[in-house]
């Protein structure tokens, strides 16, 4: 490979040849050369940086990375593309000498933040800038750079001037290369081959600092693209993990006045309608995550996970909430969860996106089923800060691409987590939308009996007060009778509303969950159509090839057993079409018995001992179709649980009436439930089955069913040990059974 | 029918090699696997990258936190000359594609098309015997004899390679394997050129 070696400066007209500059001269060009390849100038510069406000964000990464107290961004004449247009990063970093240049900046991946990870002291900041992308970051801005920069210590200046054009032609020309043409290879030029023309001057102060002037500007910039610029800067900095050295970035413009010298800060967050924080105890490895229980939104605690601990500040905005903030920051944008590094933003969140449209939702909170809808919230909701770190969590990598993290077991640990944590964080919004729900009920209630009273206390007085003010107390008791009559009504249209939007939700809900059947569906429909199509394919293909007949023998009855299987499919798409419509009375104890009779052969042929303990009868009014599916999924799901069980084989359910619930226990004593799936053991396709072929759609069956009659599903201690799972279902039900509404 | 000397590496957890379309395409290939889990298609994969393979790739593996794109991904790390044919049942569901395209991947499937499945197996196959290593693989099958094994060409290393060791070594993507192929197309280009005229 041929490495650019050390060359002296070109002097037309300038001051030129430090001591240090002159050590270094060599007869042989008349430039500094960039140490690297065709394929690392297009990487690095053109496909890595995917806009110019990521450009300008890796500038200023770099100026971060060089212990820079102050950066500013400044555009002159930007508006409209001149020769006068120029856009200038300017620092008081560390700064570099010559030999830092030659050796360092342009050489690519032998920097020093490759083999140091942190900053020189005193700040020792955990480096943020990728692998030498900055320098080539501002290629995306504009055409030819003239980097200025001084150390502290060094009593010269450094100028460096590259222009990208150079660049862009040879990798033109090297793309119509013919390697066949020995003439034309032998004179051949190299990236490495251009020379950056470069000069020094004395200073003898203490100043330091890197000043990169970029011109030849490539798009015009308006007010409007320098306001997304000042906010996505806005994020570089993790509002809640204060630096110990702080870092300020401000951005100054000569053609708008709201920019004319503004400090970039990432805005304390108000106005929030919930607040909070999960922590972690590095003491005792112990990582806080949220759990919603009894009405409360607590925080528990478990020993560290294999991502590391995570430091979790998470503000939630209702609408009135969000049109304050937005008011207040002027449009400034609630947009969701990002995870910085050691304070600083981490690439995948740092590239910038204009339309919100496109906008990558790299957690995936958005992907979630109804998010947004209902009592799920969604990004536009949520402004978060994930605050990692090198050190703690080291498996927590950018991908190379720079658009998401390297899909290790630790990452979507962490995906996880925070899905659990928003996950909690509804049934929390969802708990105080209830219990507000039933407050001004109740208020509205008591409003009525007051009025009661009011009237009963005005006809009293009328009875004894004087006849001449009767008249008077009549017309108040008239009043107070229509006002309470107004009460009532108002309370009735509220249960009525109330009563219809629970309605139509449950109607969404249920063609909502219909479209995740569907997607399950078609994907056991097709997997068995794809080994049907091959049966298919193969008779006619081998027919009538009589030795094979054993195997044509086999092929008949892989096409039958795939049927049979077709066959439930359409049994359950049939049974979920009928469900919801007929409500009708049965005894809960003789319906779970039927359901345990039924399942008889099953639990005969996998010797399976199963027990069923009810205290007494309960006549309940329902869908009998929603009582089945919970029970029958459950069975199943238990079933395939205890397979594989060395000894005895249980599955127990326990029904209790108390007060006004009815509970059951459901338990078996089979592999059990890791406690870090008990929350999403739920979900649609979260199986730990797949093996005795479950789907994932069963205990997303039973949590649906049990929450359209108003109850609870939760897995709890198990009761046989060593292993198991335990099932605790709360019904609530009325004196007219269930409560459906 | 001749059996193609194409081996077919099926990464689904759905097949079993009892599968009737293992069993068909044995008919025409000279060997049909299946793999159930990602790593362990990784691990074979690696541990066999100077054969003949064409690999059919499932996209989702319910037990597994890695889908096809981390085969896929992990496969590209060590070549680019192994065809992968993705199928999969969500055959609109594949937020990746794009990458699965950059990735160089052969075609992809629907689960339910065996029929297709077949045809792209038999294009990518007749791509394999049209590309360097197909061709030299037939070559040594044909022509060589010994010579397979004995030293034939001495690199610029120093190193002495048998036929056998630079068709593995082009098939391992090597730097030896890449310049042997780049010489190799260059000089066949030469030799055509000069009969031309």
């Known amino acids: 490979m041929a490495f650019g070696k050390i060359i002296s400066a070109d002097n037309r007209g300038r001051k030129k040849n430090s001591q240090e500059a002159n050590s270094s001269i060599s007869s042989e060009g008349q430039g500094l050369k960039f140490r690297f390849d065709v394929s690392t100038f297009r990487l690095l510069g053109r496909e890595l940086i995917t806009d110019r406000i990521t450009a300008l964000f890796e500038l200023v990464k770099n100026s971060y990375d060089a212990n820079a107290d102050n950066v500013s961004v400044e555009f002159y004449n930007v508006n409209k593309v001149s020769l006068n247009s120029?856009?200038?990063?300017?620092?008081?970093?560390?700064?570099?000498?010559?030999?830092?240049?030659?050796?360092?900046?342009?050489?690519?991946?032998?920097?020093?933040?490759?083999?140091?990870?942190?900053?020189?002291?005193?700040?020792?900041?955990?480096?943020?800038?990728?692998?030498?992308?900055?320098?080539?970051?501002?290629?995306?801005?504009?055409?030819?750079?003239?980097?200025?920069?001084?150390?502290?210590?060094?009593?010269?200046?450094?100028?460096?001037?590259?222009?990208?054009?150079?660049?862009?032609?040879?990798?033109?020309?090297?793309?119509?290369?013919?390697?066949?043409?020995?003439?034309?290879?032998?004179?051949?030029?190299?990236f490495t081959d251009i020379e950056n023309r470069y000069w020094v001057e004395k200073r003898n102060d203490d100043s330091h600092g890197t000043t990169i002037e970029i011109t030849s500007i490539r798009d015009p910039w308006t007010e409007l693209d320098i306001e997304r610029a000042y906010k996505e800067l806005a994020k570089l900095v993790s509002p809640i993990n204060k630096l110990n050295h702080p870092f300020s970035i401000r951005i100054k413009s000569n053609e708008y006045e709201n920019f004319k010298d503004l400090e970039v800060l990432s805005k304390a967050i108000n106005h929030a309608t919930e607040e909070i924080t999960v922590k972690f105890d590095s003491e005792n490895k112990l990582q806080e995550s949220l759990k919603y229980e009894k009405g409360e939104l607590k925080l528990i605690t478990t020993p560290y996970k294999k991502m590391g601990p995570v430091y979790l500040k998470l503000y939630y905005f209702d609408k009135k909430a969000k049109d304050i903030y937005k008011k207040e920051y002027q449009g400034g944008n609630i947009d969701g969860l990002k995870i910085y590094r050691d304070g600083v933003i981490t690439t995948p969140f740092a590239e910038y996106e204009a339309q919100?449209?496109?906008?990558?939702?790299?957690?995936?909170?958005?992907?979630?089923?109804?998010?947004?809808?209902?009592?799920?919230?969604?990004?536009?909701?949520?402004?978060?800060?994930?605050?990692?770190?090198?050190?703690?969590?080291?498996?927590?990598?950018?991908?190379?691409?720079?658009?998401?993290f390297v899909d290790n077991e630790e990452y979507r640990e962490l995906k996880s987590f925070i899905i659990e944590q928003l996950d909690e964080l509804e049934k929390y919004l969802k708990g105080e939308k209830d219990r507000e729900k039933r407050q001004t009920e109740s208020n509205l209630k008591d409003a009525r009996d007051k009025l009661k009273v009011f009237t009963s206390i005005v006809r009293d007085l009328r009875n004894t007060s004087p006849s001449d003010l009767h008249g008077q107390f009549d017309a108040l008791e008239q009043q107070s009778i229509q006002i309470k009559a107004y009460v009532e009504r108002g309370i009735k249209q509220y249960i009525d509303i109330d009563k219809k939007l629970t309605r139509q939700e449950n109607l969404f809900l249920s063609l909502m969950s219909l479209q995740d059947y569907a997607l399950e569906i078609a994907h056991v429909v097709r997997t068995s159509l794809g080994k049907i199509a091959g049966i298919a394919s193969y008779l006619y293909r081998r027919l009538p090839e009589t030795d094979l007949n054993e195997e044509f023998r086999g092929a008949a009855k892989q096409v039958y057993d795939e049927m049979q299987s077709l066959d439930s499919v359409v049994s359950f798409l049939l049974s979920y079409a009928k469900s919801n419509t007929d409500f009708k009375e049965f005894d809960m104890k003789v319906l779970i018995e039927k359901a345990f009779d039924m399942h008889k052969h099953i639990f005969e042929k996998e010797n399976i001992k199963s027990i069923v303990e009810i205290n007494s009868s309960l006549l309940i009014t329902h869908n009998e179709k929603f009582v089945e599916d919970i029970i029958e999924n459950l069975i199943s799901n238990s079933v395939k649980a205890v397979k594989n069980n060395d000894g005895e084989k249980i599955i127990k359910c326990t029904g209790l009436v108390e007060e006004n619930q009815f509970i059951i226990y459901f338990s078996d004593n089979g592999y059990g439930i890791k406690e870090e799936d008990k929350n999403r053991i739920f979900n649609i396709y979260h199986t730990s089955t797949a093996e005795q072929g479950g789907a994932g759609i069963g205990l997303y069956v039973v949590k649906t069913r049990i929450e359209s009659m108003k109850g609870s599903v939760e897995v709890i201690e198990n009761e046989f040990k060593p292993t198991g799972a335990t099932f605790k279902i709360e019904l609530p039900f009325n004196k007219y059974g269930i409560k459906n509404e | 029918m001749n059996k193609s000397s194409s081996k077919i590496l099926i990464i689904d957890d759905s097949v079993t090699p009892e599968d009737y379309r293992v069993k068909d395409l044995k008919f025409d290939y000279e060997d049909v696997l299946v793999l159930n889990t990602p790593d362990s298609a990784v691990e074979f994969i690696y541990n066999n990258l100077d054969e003949r393979f064409i690999a059919v790739l499932d996209y989702s593996f319910a037990k597994d936190i890695h889908t096809g794109k981390y085969v896929l991904d992990m496969i590209r790390d060590k070549t680019q000359l192994l065809p992968v044919i993705l199928w999969t049942a969500y055959d609109d569901d594949v937020k990746e594609y794009p990458e699965f395209i950059n990735q160089g991947t052969f075609a992809v499937v629907a689960k339910a098309n065996y029929d297709l499945l077949r045809e792209k197996i038999k294009e990518a196959d007749e791509k394999l015997s049209n590309s360097v290593d197909g061709a030299l693989e037939e070559w040594i099958s044909h022509h060589s004899g010994s010579d397979r094994y004995n030293s034939f060409l001495v690199s610029s290393s120093g190193e002495k390679l048998s036929l056998d060791q630079i068709l593995s070594e082009i098939r391992m993507q090597t730097e030896t394997g890449r310049y042997f192929e780049k010489i190799l197309i260059k000089l066949t280009i030469d030799r055509l050129m000069r009969k031309e005229k």
């Open chain 1, 86 to 190: 120029k856009i200038i990063i300017r620092d008081d970093g560390l700064g570099m000498s010559y030999t830092d240049i030659k050796n360092k900046w342009m050489v690519i991946g032998t920097n020093s933040k490759r083999s140091s990870r942190l900053s020189p002291a005193p700040y020792f900041r955990k480096v943020v800038g990728q692998k030498g992308v900055g320098r080539f970051a501002v290629d995306k801005l504009g055409s030819t750079m003239t980097l200025t920069t001084k150390r502290a210590d060094s009593p010269q200046i450094t100028t460096l001037e590259t222009d990208w054009k150079e660049y862009e032609k040879l990798s033109k020309q090297l793309d119509l290369f013919d390697p066949s043409n020995e003439e034309l290879s032998a004179n051949r030029k190299f």
């Open chain 1, 356 to 404: 919100d449209i496109k906008k990558r939702d790299i957690l995936g909170i958005d992907k979630r089923r109804y998010s947004g809808f209902f009592d799920k919230v969604s990004s536009s909701d949520l402004l978060g800060f994930i605050e990692i770190s090198e050190t703690n969590n080291p498996s927590i990598i950018d991908s190379t691409n720079r658009q998401d």
